[in-house]
């Protein structure tokens, strides 16, 4: 039986428009835009949002303006976020996931942050500390009803054998899915993008949802349909927005044109 707000178990992959704003008010306003057009999941980063608004009330109202829509929330350790320690930013997503946040996104290097590294780029650590920390938070969140995406943003092209790598080490750790970000910046590259998702279709046993950046992303628009489990969009191209991700309209133009 599938949960009825879920990212799991689905028969195609989950078209999600990612909403970032600083307020509750803009948040309403992009969900509710976003369902209209078709959305069928949307993601919130609560990272982007002021400090006066992290609340239980707010994070329940969200939620619940959202439904029956599943809920992909990020609490990165960025942006309204910096300066927090890691610590911090995993009972905030605790709190998240409490309050009925559906997939809550956990980053590969939690709790073993490279000093001097961009504070959202960055490999699954390899501390045991850490490792042992991130599977006590995943059983945590999984507690609490949420399921579990856990991410790494290499931010740079990545081997097969080092993605693959990846997605099997955080299933081991007990994420539900596996989500990595790479880059492509020629057709050799996105060719070779292309061939790795088929190579994790094939290989991984848990969903997964591989991206790249850079100048070679049509990966971002067609992914979904050969294989990864989520295809992240936006509504509409705003300041907070992520410039790689596709627009919604564009996304669903794609996405039933493959499928029929």
């Given at each position: 039986m599938i949960k009825e707000r879920s990212f799991l178990?689905?028969?195609r992959a989950t078209v999600t428009c990612m909403v970032q704003a600083d307020n509750p008010d803009r948040i309403r306003y992009l969900v509710e835009?976003?369902?209209?057009?078709?959305?069928e999941a949307i993601g919130m980063q609560f990272c982007r949002m002021k400090p006066e608004y992290r609340?239980?009330?707010?994070?329940k109202e969200l939620f619940d303006f959202a439904s029956p829509l599943p809920v992909y929330v990020t609490n990165y350790r960025t942006m309204e976020n910096a300066g927090k320690s890691d610590e911090v930013v995993s009972e905030?997503?605790?709190?998240?996931?409490?309050?009925?946040?559906?997939?809550?996104d956990v980053m590969g290097d939690t709790f073993d942050r490279p000093e001097g590294e961009p504070v959202i780029v960055g490999g699954p650590t390899k501390n045991d500390v850490a490792i042992k920390k991130q599977?006590?938070?995943?059983?945590?969140?999984?507690?609490?009803?949420?399921?579990?995406?856990?991410?790494?943003?290499?931010?740079?092209?990545?081997?097969?054998?080092?993605?693959l790598e990846i997605a099997r080490e955080y299933e081991r750790r007990g994420a539900d899915i596996a989500k990595i970000v790479?880059?492509?910046?020629?057709?050799?590259?996105?060719?070779?993008?292309?061939r790795i998702l088929d190579l994790l279709k094939r290989s991984v046993k848990i969903p997964f949802l591989f991206l790249s950046g850079g100048e070679s992303?049509?990966?971002r628009l067609i992914g979904g349909s050969l294989g990864s489990c989520m295809s992240l969009c936006v509504y509409e191209r705003d300041d907070f927005a992520t410039k790689a991700q596709p627009l919604l309209?564009?996304?669903?133009?794609v996405r039933d044109g493959i499928n029929g």
């Open positions: 178990n689905r028969d835009k976003a369902r209209a057009e078709g959305a609340s239980r009330e707010v994070y905030e997503l605790i709190e998240l996931a409490e309050c009925g946040a559906t997939l809550c599977i006590e938070l995943i059983e945590k969140l999984h507690e609490r009803g949420a399921e579990v995406i856990l991410s790494s943003h290499l931010m740079k092209f990545t081997p097969a054998d080092e993605v790479v880059e492509a910046n020629s057709m050799e590259e996105q060719i070779e993008n292309l992303r049509i990966i309209r564009d996304m669903l133009l």
